[in-house]
T-cell receptor
């Protein structure tokens, strides 16, 4: 399966600390995306990193991609209670030369930030 | 928030009954998707559409059909619901396909219980 695997499954930290979540995948990708899901809500897109990029930043978020290791990490700096959510990585690979590709999600990391 | 409305938001029905879920978008995006989210499986793609009357199967399409007669509406039908189809269903949209480095925008989901 192409599905990304997040690690850890659950992470509990205090406000102000940094949170790091990792994602590993199995085959070559076109891009990798991170999403956040608050309880009872839909997923919200956070950041997309292309296969030829190594690092991207967005506010307090930093994403790295290591295609040689087939892995990515999401760092949230100076976490807040409002960052409490599930975080998913999703990979895109183009099987069979179609123009569509497929977005495949991992099972997510549950982040709890304590005030 | 992206203009995506899913209806109904909650539904309880009995095994063997037909069920139709509706996704309506106001963004005029070409691509629309239906996912289901289950504990231990993350999000899995059921069907997707790349234009009016253009649809294709995803990872878990058995027991589901879709239709898209207008750009703004994407319907998911369970012809004869089974208990294994109890899940939270999410609709998503994107301007272009995943290989074009496009994020997906999600609705808030429909919680479906089949007794």
């Amino acid at each position: 399966s192409q599905q990304g695997e997040e690690d850890p499954q659950a992470l509990s930290i205090q406000e102000g600390e940094n949170a790091t979540m990792n994602c590993s995948y199995k085959t070559s990708i076109n891009n990798l995306q991170w999403y956040r899901q608050n309880s009872g809500r839909g997923l919200v897109h956070l950041i997309l990193i292309r296969s030829n990029e190594r690092e991207k930043h967005s506010g307090r978020l930093r994403v790295t991609l290591d295609t040689s290791k087939k892995s990515s990490s999401l760092l949230i700096t100076a976490s807040r209670a409002a960052d409490t959510a599930s975080y998913f990585c999703a990979t895109v690979f183009n099987a069979g030369g179609t123009s569509y590709g497929k977005l495949t999600f991992g099972q997510g990391t549950i982040l709890t930030v304590h005030p | 928030d992206a203009g995506i409305t899913q209806s109904p938001r909650h539904k309880v029905t009995e095994t063997g009954t037909p069920v139709t879920l509706r996704c309506h978008q106001t963004e005029n995006h070409r691509y629309m998707y239906w996912y289901r989210q289950d504990p231990g499986h993350g999000l899995r793609l059921i069907h997707y559409s790349y234009g009016v009357k253009d649809t294709d199967k995803g990872e878990v399409s058995d027991g589901y059909s879709v239709s898209r007669s207008k750009t703004e509406d994407f319907l998911l039908t369970l012809e004869s619901a089974t208990s294994s189809q109890t899940s939270v269903y999410f609709c998503a949209i994107s301007e272009q396909g995943p290989v074009q480095d496009q994020p997906q925008h999600f609705g808030d989901g429909t919680r479906l219980s089949i007794l």
